[in-house]
């Protein structure tokens, strides 16, 4: 147990569908990350929160939607997703974008 | 980032120690050594990371060279759990260059 959960911990859904992903940690840290992790591919930085202010977007489609009300929980929105978009998605979170970052587990999503 | 290098792949035998490499020949002075690994389809687990000193905890040891431009991770007595992919990472605590980037890591298999 790192501190950091996720659910669900799988997803299945349509191309029209929309769901959220959820995030939460228990650390006390400042920062949180949303990572995607592909099949034979490394993980990719998707989006940083800082102090509940979004501090980076790497290039992320919009069908891709963060949201981060307070330093605890981080929300990815998705709609309309692609059946490329089907990955581990990571969150992670650390005291300040500079410190160790500490991951949760993943939820496995899979678009039909 | 300084880029890493890492072997694909390694075997150890179950209760021997684990010497995984790494080259980081142009990390900075400023830019620090991480370990993560990842076991199947879970989330990144944070092992260790360190600057020019050795370091050492419950998981694992860290050799960092002198000229700082390889490392070694040890895990003194591998167990079937070890089983994973390694990942060495450098970076830096500055502002812009603080990211995570993960490369293709190593996947070590710990033989009973």
């Known amino acids: 147990e790192t501190g950091v959960t996720q659910t669900p911990r799988h997803l299945v859904m349509g191309m029209t569908n929309k769901k959220s992903l959820k995030c939460e940690q228990h650390?006390?840290?400042?920062?949180m990350y949303w990572y995607k992790q592909s099949a034979k591919k490394p993980l990719e930085l998707m989006f940083v929160?800082?102090?509940?202010?979004?501090?980076e977007n790497n290039s992320v489609p919009s069908r891709f939607s963060p949201e981060c009300p307070n330093s605890s929980h981080l929300f990815l929105h998705l709609h309309t997703l692609q059946p490329e978009d089907s990955a581990l998605y990571l969150c992670?979170?650390?005291?300040?974008?500079?410190?160790?970052?500490?991951f949760g587990p993943g939820t496995r999503l899979t678009v039909l | 980032d300084a880029k890493t290098t890492q072997p694909t792949s390694m075997d150890c035998a179950e209760g021997r120690a684990a010497n995984l490499p790494c080259n980081h020949s142009?990390?900075?002075?400023?830019?620090?050594v991480y370990w993560y690994r990842q076991i199947h389809s879970q989330g990144p687990q944070y092992i260790i990371h360190?600057?020019?000193n050795n370091e050492t905890n419950e998981m694992a040891s860290l050799i960092i060279t002198e000229d700082r431009k390889s490392s070694t991770l040890i895990l003194p007595h591998a167990t079937l759990r070890d089983t994973a992919v390694y990942y060495c990472?450098?970076?830096?605590?500055?502002?812009?260059?603080?990211?995570?980037?993960f490369g293709t890591g190593t996947r070590l298999t710990i033989i009973p």
């Open positions: 992670a979170s650390s005291q300040e974008p500079k410190d160790t970052q500490y």
């Open positions: 650390l006390g840290h400042n920062a």
């Open positions: 929160y800082s102090l509940e202010e979004r501090v």
């Open positions: 142009t990390i900075s002075g400023n830019e620090y």
């Open positions: 360190g600057l020019k």
């Open positions: 990472i450098v970076r830096g605590l500055n502002f812009g260059n603080e990211k995570l980037t």
